[in-house]
């Protein structure tokens, strides 16, 4: 017994139920059962719809009469009840009990449950319902259940587009009077809730505790299937349509489907072309909020996260989480055709348009289609000529900020990327990736025709075009087509005259930066590549990969009028020019006309008496470095090159070729006149000069003629006095070979 005491029986009989719990008055309805009578009538006013109190003022009905009293009070503004602690008023005296416990931190109404504990008894019966899982409202419409009746009339006003609050400044209606009120802070600058952490200060008293977690770590939301944990309970909904397949909102543009509303009003500013977020510094517009934060600090230079291993720092926290993975080397998002995975889920979602062969971006000049938005932004300023990137040292122009940076370590000196096998520095990320393939040996890409392999993609495209015969690079001088974009630039070299390419040492110029590089190796003496067959080193790759083919005999290059075969494709296209006849290079004193620049270059020596290479044993000069060559085997004895008939060796390969048409009776060129037959070319013009009469060669003393050059010089030594052979055993010298051969006989006794 509690002894309070009534002055009314039936106040005392109700309150003898509520002790007891007994509710005695059914509704015959919904079978809700009360304490008292009159909660029962006023109950089944709910389903007759009978609102007997009508307001005199705005004609409001309602159902039960305080309704109407509380009602009445909006419209005389009197709010009689005063609290004592902070003046608050209010219309009725236990709304102001209600908010007496604010202060008094009173919450008399406990939860048998969990005992949480609470200010108002009608907050426990909802909180109960939440154990329980009662959802005794339902919406006529759609028949979505709630549990509480505030909740499906707001709901109601979906189906019905009321909005009934309206903001006084601009107009804007709202469903909810506390979206409202927190809208209206917006125009008034108020931002009523505080963090005591950092002082930061929210329109809304969630946003202030949303944001308090990030202080106290707490994530007091957990998903039921992978157990990830969020800091407000709306995060974790949307995660969980994720694991159920739900997209309950959906795009009426193109119907493509996103889990919250939020993804799907972002998703038609597409479609709108609406970017509501301007940046006050440059104007630059955005359809994201979030960008143009992330923007703004490109002015103000704030780069809040930062990556704890590396130090660097980022704008975007998204974009410091990608760049850790980097050095966890986490690949979080697989493809599931080819299981490739990737740091980034907008690089997985770019590569599956590989495989799909989707390619949504399209340019409005030319129709070419892109994979991706930033190539498509890339390819519009070929037609445009913009190039909005400059390098401050020489002011160049870039169309992308890449590849001005990369620019830009030009003069720097910079070389970030470096190898871990063998220490080389990179300027560029791709030519390191490029490089450590020469370690591993790993050549990912092979031809579906000739299944040759290489290191890179691009230059296995290349070279499929060989294949296809697409040359689809043109020059527009000469209209002389190639397979890639860098062959017809370094071709147009040739009509500009160009050499950009400069040797710090000498001076020579060059078309090309790798041709530069190999010379630089002639100053250092750098010969990297050697032959694993003779150990001959080399100042370049395909010089190596030409002179392996001595020791294989491979003659890949093949002429098809005469089936001859060469070891260069530069010496077949040379050979070809003799069933052609074409002599592109001319000599600009005599007029004579050859088939190779390297022969004219030869031929002109004779007129500016030029003799650039000199041999180091003797001092003897000679026009062609060939010549210089087979000189020095004289010295050093070297004859590489032997007769497999009868193993006779030679110190130059075209006296073995000579020498081999003794054994085969070949003898290829024929005289026009007499048929008679030579085995060198040379021995067939000396012949044909004897049915011409010709003597070119002329002495400068005597003025008598030759038809051959050695006879000439024979004949100039009697002038001279020269005579350059002399016997080893009596030291008498001669003026011809034949005179000492001849002497030699007595000595010998031959």
Same mark, same amino acid.
């Given at each position: 017994?509690?002894?309070?005491?009534?002055?009314?029986?039936?106040?005392?009989?109700?309150?003898?139920?509520?002790?007891?719990?007994?509710?005695?008055?059914?509704?015959?309805?919904?079978?809700?059962?009360?304490?008292?009578?009159?909660?029962?009538?006023?109950?089944?006013?709910?389903?007759?719809?009978?609102?007997?109190?009508?307001?005199?003022?705005?004609?409001?009905?309602?159902?039960?009469?305080?309704?109407?009293?509380?009602?009445?009070?909006?419209?005389?503004?009197?709010?009689?009840?005063?609290?004592?602690?902070?003046?608050?008023?209010?219309?009725?005296?236990?709304?102001?009990?209600?908010?007496?416990?604010?202060?008094?931190?009173?919450?008399?109404?406990?939860?048998?449950?969990?005992?949480?504990?609470?200010?108002?008894?009608?907050?426990?019966?909802?909180?109960?319902?939440?154990?329980?899982?009662?959802?005794?409202?339902?919406?006529?419409?759609?028949?979505?259940?709630?549990?509480?009746?505030?909740?499906?009339?707001?709901?109601?006003?979906?189906?019905?587009?009321?909005?009934?609050?309206?903001?006084?400044?601009?107009?804007?209606?709202?469903?909810?009077?506390?979206?409202?009120?927190?809208?209206?802070?917006?125009?008034?600058?108020?931002?009523?809730?505080?963090?005591?952490?950092?002082?930061?200060?929210?329109?809304?008293?969630?946003?202030?505790?949303?944001?308090?977690?990030?202080?106290?770590?707490?994530?007091?939301?957990?998903?039921?299937?992978?157990?990830?944990?969020?800091?407000?309970?709306?995060?974790?909904?949307?995660?969980?349509?994720?694991?159920?397949?739900?997209?309950?909102?959906?795009?009426?543009?193109?119907?493509?489907?996103?889990?919250?509303?939020?993804?799907?009003?972002?998703?038609?500013?597409?479609?709108?072309?609406?970017?509501?977020?301007?940046?006050?510094?440059?104007?630059?517009?955005?359809?994201?909020?979030?960008?143009?934060?992330?923007?703004?600090?490109?002015?103000?230079?704030?780069?809040?996260?930062?990556?704890?291993?590396?130090?660097?720092?980022?704008?975007?926290?998204?974009?410091?989480?990608?760049?850790?993975?980097?050095?966890?080397?986490?690949?979080?998002?697989?493809?599931?055709?080819?299981?490739?995975?990737?740091?980034?889920?907008?690089?997985?979602?770019?590569?599956?348009?590989?495989?799909?062969?989707?390619?949504?971006?399209?340019?409005?000049?030319?129709?070419?289609?892109?994979?991706?938005?930033?190539?498509?932004?890339?390819?519009? @300023?070929?037609? %445009?000529?913009?190039?909005?990137? !400059? /390098? &401050? #040292? *020489?002011?160049?122009? +870039? =169309?992308?900020?890449? $590849?001005?940076?990369?620019?830009?370590?030009?003069?720097?000196?910079?070389?970030?990327?470096?190898?871990?096998?063998?220490?080389?520095?990179?300027?560029?990320?791709?030519?390191?990736?490029?490089?450590?393939?020469?370690?591993?040996?790993?050549?990912?890409?092979?031809?579906?025709?000739?299944?040759?392999?290489?290191?890179?993609?691009?230059?296995?495209?290349?070279?499929?075009?060989?294949?296809?015969?697409?040359?689809?690079?043109?020059?527009?001088?000469?209209?002389?087509?190639?397979?890639?974009?860098?062959?017809?630039?370094?071709?147009?070299?040739?009509?500009?005259?160009?050499?950009?390419?400069?040797?710090?040492?000498?001076?020579?110029?060059?078309?090309?930066?790798?041709?530069?590089?190999?010379?630089? @190796?002639?100053? %250092?003496?750098?010969?990297?590549? !050697? /032959? &694993? #067959? *003779?150990?001959?080193? +080399? =100042?370049?790759?395909? $010089?190596?990969?030409?002179?392996?083919?001595?020791?294989?005999?491979?003659?890949?290059?093949?002429?098809?009028?005469?089936?001859?075969?060469?070891?260069?494709?530069?010496?077949?296209?040379?050979?070809?020019?003799?069933?052609?006849?074409?002599?592109?290079?001319?000599?600009?004193?005599?007029?004579?006309?050859?088939?190779?620049?390297?022969?004219?270059?030869?031929?002109?020596?004779?007129?500016?008496?030029?003799?650039?290479?000199?041999?180091?044993?003797?001092?003897?000069?000679?026009?062609?470095?060939?010549?210089?060559?087979?000189?020095?085997?004289?010295?050093?004895?070297?004859?590489?090159?032997?007769?497999?008939?009868?193993?006779?060796?030679?110190?130059?390969?075209?006296?073995?070729?000579?020498?081999? @048409?003794?054994? %085969?009776?070949?003898?290829?060129? !024929? /005289? &026009? #006149? *007499?048929?008679?037959? +030579? =085995?060198?070319?040379?021995?067939?013009?000396?012949?044909?000069?004897?049915?011409?009469?010709?003597?070119?060669?002329?002495?400068?003393?005597?003025?008598?003629?030759?038809?051959?050059?050695?006879?000439?010089?024979?004949?100039?030594?009697?002038?001279?006095?020269?005579?350059?052979?002399?016997?080893?055993?009596?030291?008498?010298?001669?003026?011809?070979?034949?005179?000492?051969?001849?002497?030699?006989?007595?000595?010998?006794?031959?």
């Amino acid at each position: 017994m509690c002894s309070k005491a009534f002055s009314r029986n039936s106040d005392f009989i109700r309150h003898k139920c509520s002790r007891s719990g007994e509710r005695r008055y059914c509704c015959d309805v919904c079978k809700k059962a009360f304490t008292v009578k009159c909660a029962l009538v006023n109950h089944q006013r709910v389903h007759s719809g009978e609102r007997l109190y009508c307001c005199d003022v705005c004609s409001k009905a309602f159902t039960k009469k305080h309704n109407l009293r509380r009602h009445k009070y909006l419209h005389v503004g009197e709010r009689p009840h005063c609290c004592d602690v902070c003046n608050k008023t209010f219309a009725e005296k236990k709304t102001l009990a209600v908010h007496i416990r604010l202060h008094s931190g009173e919450r008399p109404h406990c939860c048998d449950v969990c005992n949480k504990t609470f200010a108002e008894k009608k907050t426990l019966t909802v909180h109960r319902r939440l154990h329980s899982g009662e959802l005794p409202y339902c919406c006529d419409v759609c028949n979505k259940t709630f549990n509480q009746k505030g909740h499906m009339i707001n709901h109601q006003r979906t189906h019905s587009g009321e909005r009934p609050y309206c903001c006084d400044v601009c107009n804007k209606t709202f469903i909810l009077k506390g979206d409202m009120v927190n809208h209206q802070r917006i125009h008034s600058g108020e931002r009523p809730f505080c963090c005591d952490v950092c002082g930061k200060t929210f329109l809304r008293k969630s946003h202030m505790l949303d944001h308090q977690r990030t202080h106290s770590g707490e994530r007091p939301y957990c998903c039921d299937v992978c157990n990830k944990t969020f800091t407000r309970t709306g995060d974790m909904v949307i995660h969980q349509r994720i694991h159920r397949g739900d997209r309950p909102y959906c795009c009426d543009v193109c119907h493509k489907s996103f889990i919250c509303k939020s993804f799907m009003t972002k998703h038609r500013r597409i479609h709108n072309g609406e970017r509501p977020f301007c940046c006050v510094v440059c104007n630059k517009t955005f359809n994201l909020k979030s960008n143009l934060t992330m923007h703004k600090r490109l002015h103000s230079g704030d780069c809040p996260f930062f990556c704890e291993v590396c130090g660097k720092t980022f704008i975007g926290k998204s974009h410091m989480v990608t760049h850790q993975r980097i050095h966890t080397g986490e690949r979080p998002y697989s493809c599931d055709v080819c299981s490739k995975a990737f740091n980034q889920k907008s690089t997985l979602i770019i590569h599956k348009r590989i495989h799909s062969g989707d390619r949504p971006y399209c340019c409005d000049v030319c129709n070419k289609v892109f994979n991706e938005k930033s190539s498509l932004i890339k390819h519009r @300023r070929l037609h %445009s000529g913009d190039r909005p990137y !400059c /390098c &401050d #040292v *020489c002011n160049k122009a +870039f =169309i992308l900020k890449s $590849y001005m940076v990369r620019h830009q370590r030009v003069h720097s000196g910079v070389r970030p990327f470096c190898c871990d096998v063998c220490n080389k520095t990179f300027t560029v990320k791709s030519k390191l990736t490029r490089h450590k393939i020469l370690h591993s040996g790993e050549h990912p890409y092979c031809c579906d025709v000739c299944n040759k392999t290489f290191t890179q993609k691009g230059d296995m495209v290349i070279h499929q075009r060989i294949h296809s015969g697409d040359r689809p690079y043109c020059c527009d001088v000469c209209h002389k087509s190639f397979i890639s974009k860098s062959y017809m630039a370094k071709h147009r070299r040739i009509h500009s005259g160009e050499r950009p390419f400069c040797c710090g040492m000498c001076d020579k110029t060059f078309t090309r930066k790798y041709d530069m590089v190999i010379h630089q @190796r002639i100053h %250092s003496g750098d010969r990297p590549y !050697c /032959c &694993d #067959v *003779c150990r001959k080193s +080399f =100042i370049s790759k395909s $010089y190596m990969a030409q002179h392996r083919r001595t020791h294989i005999g491979e003659r890949p290059f093949c002429c098809v009028v005469c089936n001859k075969t060469f070891t260069l494709k530069s010496k077949l296209t040379l050979h070809k020019r003799l069933h052609s006849g074409d002599c592109p290079y001319v000599c600009d004193v005599c007029g004579k006309k050859f088939i190779g620049k390297r022969d004219m270059v030869d031929h002109q020596r004779i007129h500016s008496g030029e003799r650039p290479y000199s041999c180091d044993v003797c001092s003897k000069a000679f026009k062609q470095r060939s010549t210089l060559i087979i000189h020095k085997r004289i010295h050093s004895g070297d004859r590489p090159y032997c007769c497999d008939v009868c193993n006779k060796v030679f110190n130059e390969e075209s006296s073995l070729i000579t020498h081999k @048409r003794l054994h %085969s009776v070949d003898r290829p060129y !024929c /005289c &026009d #006149v *007499c048929n008679k037959a +030579f =085995i060198l070319k040379s021995h067939m013009l000396r012949h044909q000069r004897i049915h011409s009469g010709e003597q070119p060669y002329s002495c400068d003393v005597c003025s008598k003629a030759f038809n051959q050059k050695n006879n000439l010089i024979t004949h100039k030594r009697s002038h001279s006095g020269e005579r350059p052979y002399c016997c080893d055993m009596c030291n008498k010298a001669f003026i011809h070979k034949r005179s000492m051969i001849r002497h030699l006989r007595i000595h010998s006794g031959e």
